[in-house]
């Protein structure tokens, strides 16, 4: 049915009015008159051209606003390592983050959370991990949150891990705290943070996953991988089932030293730990539902890569032959090798976890 020229004008008037006014007054005064001009099927086109028109509005709107459309995005932030304080459990607490050269404040970049080990500091992981070298050249910003428990040095930490430690900080909302302080005041997409943690640091980021939360598409963990507080089996250790409950499958990339005597790679080792790593990775596969792994070994380096998982979630453990309590490639670890045991420079535990982690998202 041809439509006159009148009834197209209005029609193509009122899907404009429709955009701006919508069910206002001046749209239903509108409506009617064109009810009294134009037939019933030339109605129903109206009322399908406004709707198209509103969605096509909206559309535009979207795309308008770009990529600067967070919280955190409009402003530069000058390049660097720096510290920023919050409140968080009515005390206040302190991380610190790194902002690369080419951060512009309009782009959403990732994150990587990083966190300390026991008797540390944020300042002191983010020197031992080299994240800001790995930032720098990738583009993304490097964030180190630190622990609540104050060690015998000054200016030291350790995180209250729940069921592990005995400290009143509820480390878990510091760590949701941290996350909505870098998501408030930087340009970043969620869609991309990540976790890594060393040691102590380790067992805090798994915990946090074992609890349920959400926030990470992939974690990194250095000598410190957990599958829950540690529960007596006989004469050793097993990872409780109870205390690790993750929300989601997780995609997990995790180093050790078959030399560690801090917390041996078989276990048994200190009550904190308990269990070794083998058997918290041999639990993760079961929670990330995985299927047989591949193993082989290249010179001084054992391979695991769980490539069959739900969701597409993939998980690789490196086993490094002569390696202690060490971050494998950091030379800023090689002053304490006499306590902490050799540095691995067989690869890179940073540079890997980057290639790993820029697969992943959440």
């Given at each position: 049915?041809?439509?006159?020229?009148?009834?197209?004008?209005?029609?193509?008037?009122?899907?404009?009015?429709?955009?701006?006014?919508?069910?206002?007054?001046?749209?239903?005064?509108?409506?009617?008159?064109?009810?009294?001009?134009?037939?019933?099927?030339?109605?129903?086109?109206?009322?399908?051209?406004?709707?198209?028109?509103?969605?096509?509005?909206?559309?535009?709107?979207?795309?308008?606003?770009?990529?600067?459309?967070?919280?955190?995005?409009?402003?530069?932030?000058?390049?660097?390592?720096?510290?920023?304080?919050?409140?968080?459990?009515?005390?206040?607490?302190?991380?610190?983050?790194?902002?690369?050269?080419?951060?512009?404040?309009?782009?959403?970049?990732?994150?990587?959370?990083?966190?300390?080990?026991?008797?540390?500091?944020?300042?002191?992981?983010?020197?031992?991990?080299?994240?800001?070298?790995?930032?720098?050249?990738?583009?993304?910003?490097?964030?180190?949150?630190?622990?609540?428990?104050?060690?015998?040095?000054?200016?030291y930490f350790a995180?209250?891990?729940?069921?592990?430690?005995?400290?009143?900080?509820?480390?878990?909302?510091?760590?949701?705290?941290?996350?909505?302080?870098?998501?408030?005041?930087?340009?970043?997409?969620?869609?991309?943070?990540?976790?890594?943690?060393?040691?102590g640091g380790g067992?805090?980021?798994?915990?946090?996953?074992?609890?349920?939360?959400?926030?990470?598409?992939?974690?990194?963990?250095?000598?410190?991988?957990?599958?829950?507080?540690?529960?007596?089996?006989?004469?050793?250790?097993?990872?409780?089932?109870?205390?690790?409950?993750?929300?989601?499958?997780?995609?997990?990339?995790?180093?050790?030293?078959?030399?560690?005597?801090?917390?041996?790679?078989?276990?048994?080792?200190?009550?904190?730990?308990?269990?070794?790593?083998?058997?918290?990775?041999?639990?993760?596969?079961?929670?990330?539902?995985?299927?047989?792994?591949?193993?082989?070994?290249?010179?001084?380096?054992?391979?695991?890569?769980?490539?069959?998982?739900?969701?597409?979630?993939?998980?690789?453990?490196?086993?490094?032959?002569?390696?202690?309590?060490?971050?494998?490639?950091?030379?800023?670890?090689?002053?304490?090798?006499?306590?902490?045991?050799?540095?691995s420079f067989d690869?890179?535990?940073?540079?890997?976890?980057?290639?790993?982690?820029?697969?992943?998202?959440?």
């Open positions: 049915m041809l439509v006159s020229t009148s009834c197209t004008w209005q029609i193509f008037s009122f899907c404009i009015l429709s955009v701006f006014c919508y069910r206002g007054p001046a749209a239903e005064d509108y409506m009617q008159n064109i009810e009294t001009k134009c037939e019933k099927p030339v109605l129903r086109r109206i009322r399908a051209l406004s709707v198209v028109a509103i969605a096509s509005f909206v559309s535009l709107l979207s795309l308008s606003t770009g990529s600067a459309s967070a919280a955190g995005c409009g402003q530069p932030r000058d390049v660097g390592r720096y510290d920023m304080t919050l409140t968080s459990g009515g005390h206040e607490r302190v991380f610190s983050y790194f902002i690369p050269s080419s951060y512009s404040g309009q782009d959403k970049v990732p994150v990587v959370f990083d966190f300390h080990g026991s008797d540390s500091n944020a300042n002191e992981q983010l020197d031992r991990s080299e994240w800001e070298r790995v930032a720098e050249r990738e583009g993304f910003i490097a964030v180190a949150p630190q622990g609540s428990m104050p060690t015998k040095r000054a200016g995180w209250n891990v729940p069921g592990v430690a005995k400290g009143e900080a509820d480390e878990g909302a510091y760590i949701r705290d941290v996350i909505k302080a870098v998501d408030d005041n930087f340009c970043v997409d969620p869609a991309s943070f990540y976790a890594t943690g060393y040691s067992r805090m980021v798994s915990q946090y996953l074992c609890d349920g939360n959400t926030d990470f598409a992939a974690a990194g963990l250095v000598v410190g991988l957990r599958a829950g507080t540690p529960k007596r089996e006989g004469d050793g250790f097993v990872p409780d089932a109870a205390t690790c409950k993750p929300a989601k499958p997780m995609s997990l990339i995790a180093f050790a030293g078959l030399d560690d005597k801090i917390n041996p790679i078989a276990g048994p080792g200190l009550p904190y730990w308990g269990y070794g790593a083998d058997a918290a990775l041999h639990r993760w596969a079961e929670l990330d539902g995985c299927k047989s792994p591949t193993v082989k070994t290249e010179g001084r380096v054992e391979t695991t890569d769980y490539a069959q998982c739900t969701d597409g979630v993939r998980i690789a453990s490196y086993r490094l032959a002569g390696a202690g309590h060490t971050w494998p490639g950091s030379t800023a670890s090689l002053k304490i090798q006499k306590v902490i045991g050799k540095v690869l890179n535990a940073t540079d890997m976890m980057w290639d790993f982690f820029s697969k992943s998202k959440r």
